[in-house]
């Protein structure tokens, strides 16, 4: 069971970048997934959801309107479009299988985590 995180960089404040997470289809055909994001000195913090269907997603207040999850089951690829990056989204960003079909925000409802990826945003 594994999930590869990539994309991640250094950005300017403003810009967008596009992370991926690729899963093993065993794991996430019938799961939601989900993306969190870890600060220095902060916990880690959900940032959005997507139904395992990909019809419902959800997204922490903080990113509504900028960021964009969705997937491709067929690739067992999961993405997180980032736009309008501000240097407060600076973070690695995991993604992680949910233990059910349905979104959730809380860690413990995600059953596997990636390794994460390191997004610098620079002002």
């Known amino acids: 069971v594994q999930l590869q995180a990539s994309g991640g960089g250094l950005v300017q404040a403003g810009g967008s970048l596009r992370l991926s997470c690729a899963a093993s289809r065993r794991t996430t055909s019938n799961n939601a997934m989900g993306w969190f994001r870890q600060a220095p000195g902060k916990d880690r913090e959900f940032v959005a959801g997507?139904?395992?269907?990909?019809?419902?997603?959800s997204y922490a207040d903080s990113v509504k309107g900028r960021f964009a999850i969705s997937r491709d089951n067929a690739k067992s690829v999961v993405y997180l479009q980032m736009n309008g990056l501000k240097p407060e989204d600076a973070a690695v960003y995991y993604c992680a299988a949910g233990r059910n079909s349905y979104i959730s925000p809380r860690r413990s409802d995600y059953a596997y985590w990636g390794q994460g990826t390191l997004v610098t945003v620079s002002s």
């Open positions: 997507i139904s395992w269907r990909g019809d419902r997603s």
